[in-house]
């Protein structure tokens, strides 16, 4: 999940939660407005005064009406906003001077006059409404616009001679003499919220970003791990065995990743009536990488159709596919064939550990070495032999097996590894054999496995 997605998704979230804030904005202004408009016949004032304030409550109204149509025909939020803030910061520098115009400007009226119509307490509830444009400098650049207009005020009717001062609150407030105190405390009660509203603002917008972040992440893995899911149903159908050759042989296999997917591979295919040809290998590391050139190889295995090619002339043909990609992996593998007329087993080694065929009580060591597919090294692969005997099985396994440690940083080790499997000979439930060597490594390493675990098993 990129970024920019994420930015995407965030933004559209904010948007419709700023189209929301700004709707509420919007009516409750229309009822301030509208409330004002009927209480305003009420204060004692004349009828000019009153068909003036009246005049301008119907052009807000009007203003803020049509920003509700606009927002609904999804015009653009941001320059709603920008003109919304303005309105707010005009209307509460252009009410109170002309409320004082109005009323004769200085010659007839004192400029307490500019205070009394100055409304504080609706500045605060402004400085609030910005907040729910989801923006934190709204709500800052609203309480400087305010706070100035309200200081100007102040200044004026401080300077003004004829303003009358009282020390009484209640008096300050219905009647004309100032408290100077008391309108102070509306500077810093506005400044309070106004850094308040911001906090919120950004703190929310934060939040939710992180929330949306999350779950995001959540949804990446999830859709990773349903890639792996898929990823592995697709490695099952490259590493299987073709079913006419589970009718020739008694085949099994055990395949445990490290995780949901792995390097390590096996796969087989039917050469001609008398010959079978299978691969069993281990690419370094686990996971998607590893999984990807365990593919490779698989599809490369199965796509060489001639009987003469030996297992040695096989792997140097696949070490000459993988050369054409950049594979930053070791890959140790054995290629071998089955001979049923001839009883025989020819194999060749590329770095994978020997194999073993199990006759009786006995493990028959397959011996043989080779180098790695992509060593930087010569190629040095042989051809080796063995004969078989009708109820051999033919044993391979990935080092997963064994390089398990235990609570005390132990390593099962190899020879002991080996033991084990003797003393589970002779094989009656091929099945029930692989699974208990398999249970004797877990419980080993308390279930905690640091590769990939393979088995395959071909009876004779």
């Known amino acids: 999940m990129n970024r920019l997605y994420k930015f995407n998704l965030t933004s559209e979230l904010f948007q419709k939660k700023q189209i929301n804030g700004m709707k509420f904005g919007l009516y409750f202004r229309l009822i301030l407005i509208l409330i004002t408009s009927i209480l305003r016949p009420l204060l004692e004032a004349s009828v000019i005064e009153n068909y003036f304030i009246l005049g301008l409550n119907a052009l807000l109204l009007s203003i803020f009406f049509i920003g509700i149509i606009a927002i609904y025909r999804n015009f653009n939020i941001n320059i709603i906003s920008n003109i919304i803030t303005v309105l707010d910061i005009s209307m509460m520098a252009l009410f109170p001077f002309f409320w004082y115009v109005e009323s004769g400007y200085y010659e007839s009226t004192p400029s307490v006059v500019l205070l009394k119509g100055a409304f504080p307490f609706i500045s605060i509830i402004l400085v609030c409404l910005s907040g729910l444009s989801l923006d934190p400098k709204r709500p800052l650049i609203m309480t400087v616009a305010f706070n100035l207009i309200f200081f100007s005020i102040l200044l004026a009717v401080i300077s003004d001679p004829r303003t009358q001062f009282t020390d009484n609150m209640i008096e300050s407030v219905i009647h004309e003499p100032v408290y100077v105190f008391y309108y102070i405390i509306h500077f810093f009660s506005i400044s309070f919220a106004g850094v308040i509203v911001s906090f919120i603002v950004y703190t929310y917008k934060r939040t939710i970003g992180e929330a949306i972040e999350l779950e995001l992440e959540s949804f990446k893995l999830k859709l990773i791990d349903e890639d792996l899911e898929n990823a592995k149903e697709t490695q099952k159908s ?223």
């Open 238 to 460: 490259l590493i299987n065995i073709d079913s006419i050759l589970q009718e020739k042989f008694k085949i099994e296999t055990y395949y445990r990743p490290y995780d949901k997917i792995g390097g390590d591979f096996l796969s087989a295919q039917k050469m001609n009536d008398d010959k079978s040809d299978f691969i069993f290998g281990d690419v370094s590391g686990h996971g998607i990488g590893a999984a990807m050139i365990s593919g490779m190889i698989s599809l490369s295995f199965k796509s060489l159709k001639d009987s003469n090619q030996t297992p040695k002339d096989k792997i140097e043909v696949m070490d000459q596919d993988l050369k054409q990609f950049s594979i930053d992996h070791n890959i140790s593998l054995v290629v071998f064939r089955i001979s049923e007329q001839d009883k025989k087993i020819q194999y060749s080694y590329a770095g994978h550990g020997e194999g073993f065929i199990l006759r009786d009580k006995e493990l028959i060591p397959l011996v043989g070495r080779g180098t790695l597919i992509l060593s930087p090294l010569p190629n040095n692969h042989s051809n080796y032999q063995s004969n078989l005997e009708k109820g051999d099985w033919i044993f391979f396994f990935s080092d997963g097996l064994y390089e398990v440690f235990n609570s005390k940083g132990e390593m099962m080790e190899y020879d002991n590894y080996l033991k084990f499997i003797q003393g589970q000979l002779p094989i009656n439930d091929p099945k029930s054999f692989l699974q208990i060597i398999a249970n004797n490594s877990l419980s080993f390493s308390q279930n905690k496995i640091s590769d990939d675990m393979t088995m395959l098993l071909v009876g004779i």
